[in-house]
């Protein structure tokens, strides 16, 4: 867990009273300038949130660390007793959130700044079954990785899905999501907007948080992003990485050490590279049989070992696919899909795709 616990805090994990188990990491763009995302996240609570500061490097580091601390200390202080009491308490808590940074943004320096917000409570159901409660306003979201499969919770406060019913928008999010070109006429508007969103807690604009209900059970995995992952990495491959990596802790450090790989290779190179500020945080359900494969870095070279058996070398690591499968960049940047289990690491230290 990187430094700097004033803006995010996770709580010792021996103590929970359910089995939750929650690790998170952060990557800042600029290591020069502040981080424009805080987190939280307490294991013995089943509480967690993310957020992504908008309005300028001081502005929008100052709106996310009070969306933070806002969320966090009154979560603190509220136990429900059921769901729809959980369900309007974080309703109200975001609320609460946009009202101390409105207030805030009053002061000479900080006017406009503003987060996103997405929240997580785990309730536990006493029947082997456990429900997240999730809140969201603007573009971080929540996943569900269950049996291999990744499903987006969240509905992002974009142009592209405000005033659609929530299936539609889910398709068009979904879609968006896992572009690897610019050459539509869809992609090249949704990559020249992705970074607007339509509503932001500390906006002048008035704020109806989104609240989600997802039943979960022993072994799904709930994952928390800020947009720094999934603008960079593809819905397909944050599926691919969980699948990988089933303990929170190198499920967190994966999606944001890939996300960042990605964001310092240039939109010239690849189309969804974005530099940002990078968060995750992974909360595992239970205890499951699940054991981490060994997967290879992005931007690492390795050997690939063609059908006949023979070994081409100095390749590049690109991206990971469904189907345990993995694209390929090789020295005079030819690209190709070959299996997981054909690489063989030659070069740990990583470098950008040609």
Sequence with gaps: ???????????????????????????ARDETKPNQDSYFGIPKRGIAGVFDGIGGNAGGAQASRIGMETVKQTLLFRNPTSIAEAKKNIAEILM???????????????????????????IDNKDRTYTAVIGNV???????FRDGKLDCTTIDDSSFTQGKLHEEAKEIQSRLSNLLTRNSQEAAEYFSKRNIISAALGSEDGVVPKIYT???R?????????????DNLTDREIESIMRFNAEPENAAKRLTGNAHTISQMGKDNYARSKRDDITAIVVKIGADSSRDEKTIPIGSTVNVMRSDGKIDSDWTVGIYNQNCSVTVFSPNGKRKTVSIASLNENNPPPKKLP
Excluded at 1 to 26: C, F, N, R, V, W
Excluded at 138 to 144: K, L, T
Excluded at 218 to 230: A, E, F, Q, S
């Design 218 to 230: 022993t072994g799904d995995r709930v994952i928390l992003t800020t947009d720094g992952v999934h």
């Design 214 to 216: 997802i039943t979960l």
């Design 1 to 27: 867990m990187p430094d700097g616990s004033d803006y995010h805090e996770l709580g010792p994990q021996k103590e929970a009273p359910m089995p939750i188990k929650m690790a998170a990491e952060t990557i």
């Design 96 to 122: 609460h959130a946009h009202q101390n940074i409105r207030l805030n943004a009053q002061r000479p320096g900080f006017e406009g700044m503003g987060t996103t917000g997405t929240v997580a409570q785990i």
């Design 138 to 144: 603007g573009d971080s979201r929540a996943y569900v």
